[in-house]
T-cell receptor, first 110, second 116 residues
């Protein structure tokens, strides 16, 4: 089955800096790669996703890139703000269940 | 429209008692997942239902845990003879069938279980 690895486990940046979180997956049949943000005490919320027919997708300050050959995908947050502080989860899915990474705790300091 | 709902939102139970947690998925979603999340930890997969297929139970931590999904909609997670280490937030999520054009997974608000 699918296996998703996520790095780093924690990431501290200064406000205004960029943050990058990386994930790798094992199943070459996976074709859907969402990213979730979980704020303290709340449920995970989908923030952006990408499908295997595109290599990059942007939404304001966040972007996701996908390299199907290398089986890795990344989340990029530019101009970070304190409200970006949260735990971020990547995930991958083909025609079976969605599999999550272990999460990255992002702390943005003012 | 209505999102994923879970009940109860909080449950306190004594060690050794059985508990049932309920999940109402988004209407029309064929896939339903249960996860467990301990404080400050990641999402621990428990069980996955997809349509009429046999559920993927590979994440259930012991035979004290079971789940069913009736009529392809509502799901109940049952924990028998609860232990203190079962204390966590139990999250339910649903999504359309894998491979459909959408496919986004939506989480419910969770049930916080405390075993005393």
């Amino acid at each position: 089955g699918e296996n998703v690895e996520q790095h780093p486990s924690t990431l501290s940046v200064q406000e205004g800096d960029s943050a990058v979180i990386k994930c790798t997956y094992s199943d070459s049949a996976s074709n859907y790669f969402p990213w979730y943000k979980q704020e303290l005490g709340k449920r995970p919320q989908l923030i952006i996703d990408i499908r295997s027919n595109v290599g990059e997708k942007k939404d304001q300050r966040i972007a996701v890139t996908l390299n199907k050959t290398a089986k890795h995908f990344s989340l990029h947050i530019t101009e970070t703000q304190p409200e970006d502080s949260a735990v971020y989860f990547c995930a991958a899915r083909g025609f079976q269940k969605l599999v999550f990474g272990t999460g990255t705790r992002l702390l943005v300091s003012p | 429209g209505a999102g994923v709902s879970q009940s109860p939102s909080n449950k306190v139970t004594e060690k050794g008692k059985d508990v049932e947690l309920r999940c109402d998925p988004i209407s029309g979603h064929t896939a339903l997942y249960w996860y467990r999340q301990s404080l400050g930890q990641g999402l621990e997969f428990l069980i996955y239902f997809q349509g009429n297929s046999a559920p993927d139970k590979s994440g259930l931590p012991s035979d004290r845990f079971s789940a069913e999904r009736t009529g392809g909609s509502v799901s109940t997670l049952t924990i028998q003879r609860t232990q203190q280490e079962d204390s966590a937030v139990y999250l339910c999520a649903s999504s359309p069938s894998p491979g459909t054009s959408g496919g986004e997974q939506y989480f419910g608000p969770g049930t916080r279980l405390t075993v005393t």
